[in-house]
């Protein structure tokens, strides 16, 4: 069975840190491109990071830009976001999702297959 499954999700305080991580079974992500997106209460879904198969390429939403990272492990078959300096704004439920095209280019339609999220919050 193919799925992906997000971790790392949680309450933290504005300004801080969380790692986000995308788990592979039942296939290898050798040859996906990833994107990670999310969901905030009444909103539609937004594009957050894509990056390739190799992880030589990689690009951000504007609105991230600078505090998010993402990184890839084949070895792994993981997928990682490095969130920081996070903003109560950036409180959504975030998925991973894979893509076997080449590049970095993540259109939500064009994704083949998606986790079921991960909640983070950003209170005080």
């Known amino acids: 069975q193919l799925q992906l499954v997000e971790s790392g999700g949680g309450l933290v305080q504005p300004g801080g840190s969380l790692r986000l991580s995308c788990a592979a079974s039942?296939?290898?992500?050798?040859?996906?491109?990833i994107g990670w997106f999310r969901q905030a209460p009444g909103k539609e879904r937004e594009g957050v990071s894509c990056?390739?198969?190799?992880?030589?390429?990689?690009n951000y939403a504007d609105s991230v830009e600078g505090r998010f990272t993402i990184s890839r492990d084949n070895a792994k078959n993981m997928v990682y976001l490095q969130v920081n300096s996070l903003k109560p704004e950036d409180t959504a439920v975030y998925y991973c999702?894979?893509?076997?095209?080449?590049?970095?280019?993540?259109?939500?339609?064009?994704?083949?297959?998606w986790g079921k999220g991960t909640l983070v919050t950003v209170s005080s």
């Open positions: 990056i390739s198969s190799s992880g030589g390429s990689a």
């Open positions: 999702a894979a893509r076997g095209r080449s590049g970095s280019y993540c259109p939500p339609s064009g994704m083949d297959y």
């Open positions: 039942g296939f290898t992500l050798d040859y996906y491109t």
